[in-house]
């Protein structure tokens, strides 16, 4: 799954919207169900409106009635496997289990697994 995954975050990279930063970021997330969701981050000229990989991935997931997550992948063009933001952890936070895998990718390939234990310990939650 972990090797897949990752495949499918790299391949949504080409689908950025970022004529900001134009650094690229890919994601995708697979569900209990066995579907794949992908997701690229999406720029705005009004760039706090951004809106990364991770929470188009997981937002296009809840808006087609899955919220069940087995694993999240992310990839970018970074030296180090890339590290996902504050906003995108607390997103993960509302629907993640202590089960699912966080699988953080960069540029030559290599993939650091995490959870959300590990990103986001001591976490906000109603
Ligand atoms: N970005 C993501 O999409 N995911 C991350 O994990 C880190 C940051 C995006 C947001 C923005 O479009 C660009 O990367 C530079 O911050």
Redesign the pocket.
């Known amino acids: 799954m972990r090797d897949e995954l990752i495949k499918q975050a790299k391949n949504a990279q080409q689908y950025?919207y970022?004529p900001?930063?134009n650094?690229?970021?890919g994601?995708a997330v697979k569900m209990v169900s066995g579907k794949v969701f992908t997701g690229?981050?999406?720029?705005n000229a009004s760039y706090s409106l951004?809106?990364?990989?991770?929470?188009?991935a997981i937002f296009k997931a809840v808006s087609e009635g899955e919220t069940d997550f087995l694993a999240l992948a992310?990839t970018?063009n970074t030296e180090e496997p890339?590290?996902?933001?504050g906003a995108?952890r607390q997103v993960m936070s509302e629907f993640f289990t202590d089960k699912t895998t966080i699988y953080l990718g960069n540029l030559h390939g290599d993939v650091y697994e995490s959870s959300l234990a590990e990103l986001l310990p001591f976490r906000f939650k109603l």
């Not at 690229?40 to 720029?43: A, F, G, P, Y």
């Open positions: 950025a970022v900001y930063s650094f690229q970021v994601a690229s981050n999406i720029e951004t809106c990364c990989a991770e929470r188009t992310v970018g890339i590290s996902p933001c995108c």
